[in-house]
């Protein structure tokens, strides 16, 4: 397991390699100061965990996360004084250690983190011009609306909508907004799930609860736990043949 | 203390006393212009006792409508029609009362006329020592709310005082404290020497925070030893991106000032100025006595910019701000804003006085 620890002190960094030493299957493949050195460290060495302090100069642990492209990596917070933050998170995919950290507590942490799908997407390092690592159903994505933060599994999300510049993301009872736009999600998401309905929305198919007819030849989709899609009528015609033996 | 109206031994009091006094300077003035007689102590009597009822009646209606608690607008009229019919009354009673007393004495004046301006004179008479009446009364029950108010007002304001100095007594921060002893563990392998001296500074700062009462004053060279403590351990954390020193003049060192004042401006200087910054920069603090020798000059500046969140006043110089205030009134200055000469620097500069330092210290305690 291959990890990258991202914290503005050096010493903080130095205690963490030393608590992980004990741990013969997690390799420390780099260090970050803050979150643009982070990014470049992520996207260079493609580290499977995280451990991640909240406070740095300039971003957030939280921004670098919601900044990042591609499936969240596993992520391990860790902070002095953050933990209410943390538990104020919708989703509680994620640990966080407090520091100065115990052995114990770090070891329940890893094993949680053995314990749960394999490394998302692993970087081939064959290939010489990585390909941004395309989002896989079971991906998670980390996304940041203001103060809330959730880590969300694709296969959760059952639509994507335009909101202004931004799109807003739909899964179980939430609806936060991620400064991207539709074009950019649609690039990165599996075609065999995630299908454009029309200018402004991306379905997740997995969630069609039931489809009839609707005017001039196109489809009116209804999803689990709402909302209904019209789909125009290009696409309708596309859905068809994709939904076609 | 108790109230004056709060009494009704007092009140009844009063009333007898009044008129008494009012039965015998009539007594003393019919008998100076006219002659005194027997009849003239009768016809008194019945006079104060006539008012004596009357004024009660008054007071029992004041109370029971409420008077006490209407606005002067709704009063006046009221109490003006309220007078005007106990005059009229009174003067009645008076009057038959009177004729009564005569007639038992057989001295009825028959052949006389009756002495209509007579009484039209003593119904004013009436009418006006019912407006003393009310003034009094009404004055008294003023006076009293009007002291309890203040009363509660110094209450509210010397417990809010108290309650405030509690809160603001400024304590460490909780990151710094569990960064810091994060850090000195992994100094602990490091550099076990400067690993020991961390834990003292730490110790240093989490005493003074903890011991101090949010009254107290201490004088500036303590208070520097704890910045100092404090700088050391903000460097083991930020390491080469803290740079820091410290100029305070000799005689600056023994002014008083309240415990953690410079601490906070310090720690607000790192934290909203150099610690956001992947950079770093630098710190300056200074002190000197102002050139009358009756103030304390501080000065803190760090590299960063200026940007207070709108809506969100820093606690920590607020803390600042509102301790001060407490305890030296409008007599001490704080003000943070960009530095005029430095670009790229945030000057927090403090003025406090140093005369009548105890006096305002005492006040604060109470």
Redesign the interface.
């Known amino acids: 397991m291959n990890a990258l620890l991202i914290d503005d002190?050096?010493?903080?960094r130095?205690?963490l390699r030393?608590l992980l030493r004990a741990f013969p299957d997690v390799a420390v493949v780099g260090e970050a100061?803050?979150a643009?050195e982070a990014r470049q460290q992520i996207a260079a060495l493609h580290p499977d965990v995280l451990f991640l302090d909240i406070?740095m100069?300039?971003q957030t642990g939280f921004d670098l996360l919601a900044s990042l492209d591609g499936p969240a990596p596993h992520v391990i917070f860790t902070t002095?004084?953050?933990q209410y933050a943390l538990k104020a998170f919708e989703v509680n995919a994620l640990d966080y250690l407090?520091?100065?950290?115990s052995e114990t507590r770090l070891a329940a942490a890893l094993d949680k983190i053995r314990s749960l799908a394999p490394a998302p997407a692993p970087a081939l390092p064959a290939l010489p011009p990585t390909p941004e690592p395309a989002l896989t159903v079971q991906s998670q994505v980390f996304v940041k609306d203001g103060e809330h933060c959730w880590f969300v599994r694709l296969a959760d999300i059952r639509l994507f909508e335009i909101s202004g510049g931004a799109t807003r993301v739909h899964f179980e009872q939430h609806q936060p907004l991620i400064p991207r736009s539709l074009q950019q999600l649609e690039a990165r998401l599996d075609p065999k799930v995630f299908f454009r309905a029309n200018r402004q929305q991306i379905i997740n198919l997995h969630w069609i609860a039931g489809i009839e007819p609707w005017f001039s030849n196109t489809l009116k989709i209804s999803l689990r736990n709402g909302p209904d899609v019209e789909v125009s009528r290009s696409q309708s015609g596309l859905f068809r043949e994709l939904m076609s033996l | 203390m108790l109230a004056l109206t709060t009494r009704p031994r007092l009140y009844w009091q009063l009333q007898l006393v009044g008129w008494t006094l009012y039965g015998i300077l009539g007594g003393v003035l019919v008998s100076v212009f006219g002659r005194f007689s027997l009849m003239v102590v009768a016809i008194e009597f019945i006079v104060a006792a006539t008012l004596l009822a009357a004024s009660h009646l008054l007071r029992r209606h004041i109370r029971r409508r409420g008077w006490l608690r209407q606005p002067p607008a709704a009063l006046l009229p009221r109490l003006l029609l309220a007078l005007l019919v106990l005059s009229t009354a009174s003067i009645g009673v008076i009057l038959l009362l009177t004729l009564l007393v005569f007639a038992l004495k057989g001295q009825l004046h028959t052949g006389k006329g009756f002495p209509w301006v007579q009484y039209i004179g003593y119904w004013l008479n009436v009418f006006f020592v019912f407006w003393g009446w009310s003034a009094v009364y009404f004055g008294l029950h003023y006076f009293d709310s009007y002291r309890s108010a203040e009363i509660d007002r110094w209450k509210l304001a010397a417990a809010a005082r108290e309650a405030e100095m509690r809160t603001l007594q400024a304590q460490l921060n909780?990151?710094?404290?569990?960064?810091g002893?994060?850090?000195i563990?992994?100094?602990v392998?490091?550099d076990p020497a400067r690993a020991r001296a961390m834990m003292t500074h730490l110790a240093e700062l989490l005493r003074y925070s903890m011991q101090r009462n949010g009254a107290e004053q201490v004088p500036l060279t303590t208070e520097l030893e704890i910045v100092a403590n404090y700088l050391q351990l903000e460097a083991?954390?930020?390491?080469e991106?803290l740079r820091y020193s410290v100029a305070v003049a000799p005689e600056a060192l023994p002014v008083l000032l309240p415990p953690m004042t410079l601490q906070l401006l310090v720690e607000n200087a790192i934290k909203h100025g150099l610690?956001?910054?992947?950079a770093?920069g630098s710190l300056s603090l200074s002190a000197q006595l102002d050139a009358a020798g009756t103030g304390l000059r501080v000065a803190v500046r760090n590299t960063g910019t200026f940007q207070p969140q709108p809506g969100h006043p820093g606690l920590g110089l607020r803390n600042v701000q509102e301790r001060l205030g407490l305890l030296f009134g409008p007599a001490a200055h704080f003000a943070i804003g960009p530095d005029p000469l430095l670009p790229d620097t945030v000057l927090a500069e403090l003025h406090l006085p140093i005369k009548n330092l105890k006096t305002t210290h005492e006040r604060a305690a109470y």
């Open positions: 002190s050096r010493l903080a130095t205690e030393h100061r803050h643009d406070h100069p300039g002095a004084y953050d407090l520091k100065p950290v | 909780p990151h710094f404290l569990f960064n002893l994060n850090n563990r992994a100094l392998m490091e083991m954390q930020l390491e991106r610690a956001p910054r992947p770093g």
